[in-house]
């Protein structure tokens, strides 16, 4: 049986990751698959395109992204004919309680920088900000996505 003290370690993994240069997304999905024991070349590549709120787009928070890419990778289907509540209750609560948390889904309004805007993008790396907020952000889908695996 899993332990608070796993979830810890999976997002101070993710947290880990991010700081060394993977993005939001592919730090959250990483660290998820690595406790599952999962490989593959298929990581991080997958979960590229969602950092800085799906390509910089500044909308859903890419760790989120990672994290619902994670739960479909253990609660997803195999076919059309196969169900789809457990992997939408997880994403949905998830997604709740990450809004609870932090009041928003959006990586703009997290975060407050234009991250198509490659000045802005500098500015914030320089500022800590992904460092101090996206690191929150990380480590708490990482460790939530790790306690819905392990507790299923």
Do not use: H
């Amino acid at each position: 049986m899993a332990t608070a003290e796993d979830y810890e370690k999976v997002g101070t993994r993710a947290s880990d990751l991010f700081l060394s240069g993977m993005n939001c997304a592919e730090s959250v999905l990483t660290a998820n698959m690595e406790m599952l024991g999962v490989e593959g070349d298929w990581m991080p590549r997958v979960a590229s395109g969602f950092g800085g709120g799906i390509a910089r787009t500044c909308q859903v928070c890419g760790a989120l992204t990672g994290a619902v890419i994670a739960l479909g990778w253990t609660f997803g289907r195999e076919s059309g004919a196969d169900n789809l509540d457990q992997v939408y209750e997880s994403g949905s609560t998830l997604i709740d309680e990450f809004t609870e948390k932090f009041l928003s889904t959006s990586c703009g309004m997290l975060i407050d920088v234009d991250l198509s805007d490659s000045v802005a993008r500098e500015k914030a790396r320089r500022d800590g900000v992904f460092e101090q907020q996206c690191s929150l952000y990380v480590r708490f889908c990482a460790e939530r996505v790790a306690e819905m695996i392990a507790s299923s």
